[in-house]
């Protein structure tokens, strides 16, 4: 089958958003089929306001239309709600072919984190792009419930998974600091809470923040104790993971949270609130611990076996979360997009 991934959100950003459909795309193509991804870096762009790290494309209707056309895919799968994502909602709907899309970030909060726009008017305009999906992948069962909730349909899960090769327990940790080590990884921005977790008066040990992003000269001004890292990524990143004593994980936005997986994987048990997300991965399994006091929750974590938190990792793989995204999507006849 040709694919087409139309996604605002891909490489040389780094986030879980990447990781899942850069890791899809590879298992799918190990599958067999072929995956054309749409993406910024194909379009001309300009800087996201507030993020500028992240490029999005301008005016990209025409463009995109055009290497629609040309790969005629046998099924169209929209990632993200960015210009790309709506160019391509606008292309299959002027030419009848259904297509799926996939719930990522919690759009609403992420804008009203920013801007003093009410979350009601962002699930509006999330309720108007979403609607015309034939199926809505979403990495959880209590955000599908609660997407359910919200007034959407066809919603349906997708799961995601973790390398258990390479995010592993290791005997050479990065950093030689003072015990415990308590760690955050992902990106460095406002809707991932992080200063719910910089501003706890913790007794001893050290803070540890490994990422980029547009709140990282600020917090490291602010908070000049705690270690910022920048990006890592590969066997850097998992030695960095085995620095740690728990991993902390404050945000409240994100749908899932990749990151919770590869901490479990490398044996590091989890504090974080009782949000979606955590709830999903880490609650009844005892890898971790949720409370809305993030100190207590840090407290009670440190003392959860590695070898748990391990185990309940390699529950989850990349060609299973593959072979979930398959079955969600749509496929068409391809002559019906080329006859369009």
């Known amino acids: 089958m040709r694919i087409a991934l139309v996604s605002d959100a891909w490489f040389p950003q780094v986030n879980g958003v990447v990781r899942t459909l850069s890791r899809v795309r590879e298992e799918v193509l190990a599958l067999g089929h072929d995956v054309e991804v749409i993406s910024p870096d194909l379009f001309r762009t300009f800087p996201c306001p507030t993020y500028p790290e992240i490029r999005l494309a301008v005016l990209p209707a025409r463009k995109l239309g055009a290497k629609l056309d040309a790969y005629n895919p046998e099924a169209i799968h929209i990632a993200t709600e960015g210009p790309l994502g709506w160019a391509a ?3 299959c709907l002027r030419r009848g072919v259904p297509f799926t899309t996939s719930y990522h970030t919690r759009f609403p909060e992420y804008v009203s984190a920013r801007l003093p726009v009410p979350t009601s008017w962002g699930y509006s305009a999330m309720r108007r ?4 999906s034939s199926g809505i992948m ?3 069962a209590g955000l599908k419930r609660e997407l359910e909730q919200r007034g959407f349909a066809n919603v349906r899960q997708w799961s995601r998974g973790v390398d258990t090769e390479l995010f592993r327990p290791r005997e050479d940790p990065a950093l030689d600091l003072p015990k415990p ?3 955050y990884v992902g990106r460095v921005a406002v809707e991932k809470n992080i200063e719910a977790f910089l501003k706890l008066d913790l007794p001893v040990g050290t803070k540890v923040v490994v990422g980029d992003g547009p709140m990282l000269a600020d917090l490291q001004r602010r908070y000049p104790n705690t270690v910022f890292t920048g990006v890592k ?8 993971y085995a620095s740690a ?8 936005t994100d749908t899932f949270g990749v990151v919770l997986l590869e901490a479990a994987a490398t044996g590091l048990p989890i504090a974080a ?14 890898i ?3 409370d809305e006091e993030l100190t207590y929750a840090i407290e009670r974590a440190l003392a959860i076996p590695p070898e748990r938190c391990r185990s309940h990792a390699l529950k989850f793989s990349w060609k299973a979360c593959a072979e979930q995204f398959m079955g969600n999507l749509q496929p068409f006849a391809a002559e019906t997009s080329a006859a369009a």
């Open 89 to 91: 909602r606008s292309y």
């Open 129 to 132: 792009f979403h609607g015309a």
């Open 138 to 140: 979403v990495a959880t």
């Open 181 to 183: 080590v308590y760690l």
């Open 233 to 240: 990524h590969g066997e850097e990143l998992v030695r960095h």
């Open 245 to 252: 004593d728990v991993f902390v994980f404050p945000s409240k």
């Open 273 to 286: 609130f009782p949000v979606p997300g955590p709830l999903d991965v880490v609650d009844g399994h005892g």
């Open 288 to 290: 971790g611990v949720l």
